[in-house]
């Protein structure tokens, strides 16, 4: 069986192998890093399947680097931080992060939310078939132009084009297309695509919806595509069909 690998980018050698010890041990591969040059020699040539990143590198922009990890590969990123402030968790989810942990950080929900990330990224292992099966939901979404191939997680748009979206991008367009037409508030969209409730003030899936936006074309004064329904959440408004 092979060990999911977890790339560790802290300046601080204390902390990367203190989640190298503890990772290891609940059977994960770890690789430790201190520098963002490293990181992506790192990901070059043994590419990792998360990356947790700390952001306040000496010298360097945390930031940056995560920009170049989503231009280059798919993997999960879960940044790993002191800074707490609000907007470097925007600017993070903006990028692209999967997840943003401030420290100090527990361990064990650090795990959890490694864990969510990972599942997200590689599918399950199908369940055992029940006495009545419901049918299985056919792969292919289709709206606006678009199409959504939930099965190699890729989206086209006309042309046959592909655009690429992150894990929460993915999640997020997934869960809104198959239903279509329905007022899905908050609370329920980050249940569906992260695996725990909203706690106050949390704008992920606002910045998920933003980014959403930007790529499918859809203005975001005037949103065709994902309107805002005010007090409510959001509604994914054209029509889909499924193949």
Same mark, same amino acid.
């Given at each position: 069986?092979?060990?999911?690998? #977890?790339?560790?980018?802290?300046?601080?050698?204390?902390?990367?192998?203190?989640?190298?010890?503890?990772? %290891?041990?609940?059977?994960?591969?770890?690789?430790?890093?201190?520098?963002?040059?490293?990181?992506?020699?790192?990901?070059?040539?043994d590419?990792?399947?998360?990356?947790?990143?700390?952001?306040?590198?000496?010298?360097?922009?945390?930031?940056?680097?995560?920009?170049?990890?989503r231009?280059?590969?798919?993997?999960?990123?879960?940044?790993?931080?002191?800074?707490?402030?609000?907007?470097d968790?925007?600017?993070?989810?903006? $990028?692209g992060?999967?997840?943003?942990?401030?420290?100090?950080?527990?361990?064990?929900?650090?795990?959890?939310?490694?864990?969510?990330?990972?599942?997200? &990224?590689?599918?399950? *292992?199908?369940?055992?078939?029940?006495?009545?099966?419901?049918?299985?939901?056919?792969?292919?979404?289709?709206?606006?132009?678009?199409?959504?191939?939930?099965?190699?997680r890729? &989206?086209?748009d006309?042309?046959?084009? *592909?655009?690429? &979206?992150?894990?929460?991008?993915? *999640?997020?367009?997934? #869960?809104?297309?198959?239903?279509?037409g329905?007022?899905?508030?908050?609370?329920?969209?980050?249940? %569906?695509?992260?695996?725990?409730?909203a706690?106050?003030?949390?704008?992920?899936?606002?910045?998920?919806? =933003?980014? &959403?936006?930007?790529?499918l074309?859809d203005?975001?004064?005037?949103p065709?595509? $994902?309107?805002?329904?005010?007090?409510? =959440?959001?509604?994914?408004?054209p029509?889909?069909?499924?193949?």
């Open positions: 069986m092979t060990l999911p690998h #977890v790339a560790v980018l802290d300046d601080e050698v204390d902390i990367t192998q203190l989640l190298a010890t503890y990772l %290891q041990a609940q059977g994960f591969r770890v690789s430790q890093v201190h520098s963002g040059r490293a990181l992506l020699e790192l990901m070059a040539r590419p990792a399947a998360l990356v947790l990143l700390d952001l306040g590198l000496p010298g360097e922009d945390g930031f940056v680097i995560a920009r170049q990890l231009e280059h590969w798919r993997c999960g990123l879960v940044i790993v931080t002191g800074r707490g402030d609000a907007i968790k925007v600017v993070g989810l903006e $990028i992060a999967d997840d943003y942990v401030t420290k100090p950080f527990d361990l064990r929900e650090l795990l959890a939310r490694i864990k969510a990330v990972l599942r997200r &990224l590689v599918p399950a *292992e199908p369940a055992p078939p029940a006495a009545a099966p419901a049918p299985p939901q056919r792969p292919r979404l289709r709206f606006a132009g678009w199409e959504l191939d939930t099965a190699a890729r &989206l086209v006309a042309s046959g084009t *592909e655009v690429v &979206l992150t894990t929460g991008e993915f *999640e997020l367009l997934q #869960v809104l297309a198959r239903h279509a329905r007022v899905l508030s908050r609370d329920f969209l980050l249940e %569906q695509t992260r695996g725990r409730e706690a106050p003030f949390d704008r992920t899936i606002d910045v998920l919806v =933003g980014r &959403l936006r930007r790529k074309g203005n975001a004064d005037e065709q595509l $994902i309107k805002s329904v005010r007090g409510a =959440g959001y509604l994914f408004a029509a889909v069909s499924q193949h």
